[in-house]
């Protein structure tokens, strides 16, 4: 099994940073994809960055050139650096990985971004 901790997020004004961090402990045999989904009210779960095993990054078009994630893999840990915050950033933001074959999900972390 493996446990999954958050944190980071908060309230911020436009224009403004926030770091997330998410550390991963338990059995950790092989750890796949790691990687950041945020979900606003009323809308889908999206996936914001994700990070494979070997380095290779990619992001939504959404938040491109502003937000940026890193993985540690000797640390079993992924941050996701989010600059030049905006308004639409705004939603409860999940930290995910898999496992050998199994997902493993965050409990959430809220961001909120004042105009």
């Known amino acids: 099994q493996v446990q999954l901790v958050e944190s980071g997020g908060g309230l911020v004004q436009a224009g403004g940073s926030l770091r997330l961090s998410c550390a991963a402990s338990?059995?950790?045999?092989?750890?796949?994809?790691m990687a950041w989904y945020r979900q606003a009210p009323g809308k889908q779960r999206e996936l914001v960055a994700r990070?494979?095993?070997?380095?290779?990054?990619d992001y939504a078009d959404s938040v491109k050139g502003r937000f940026t994630i890193a993985r540690d893999n000797a640390k079993n840990t992924v941050d996701l650096q989010m600059n030049s915050l905006k308004p639409e950033d705004t939603a409860v933001y999940y930290c995910?990985?898999?496992?050998?074959?199994?997902?493993?999900w965050g409990q959430g972390t809220q961001v909120t971004v004042s105009s």
């Open positions: 990070a494979t095993r070997d380095g290779n990054t």
């Open positions: 338990g059995s950790i045999y092989k750890i796949n994809d």
């Open positions: 995910f990985l898999q496992h050998l074959i199994t997902d493993y």
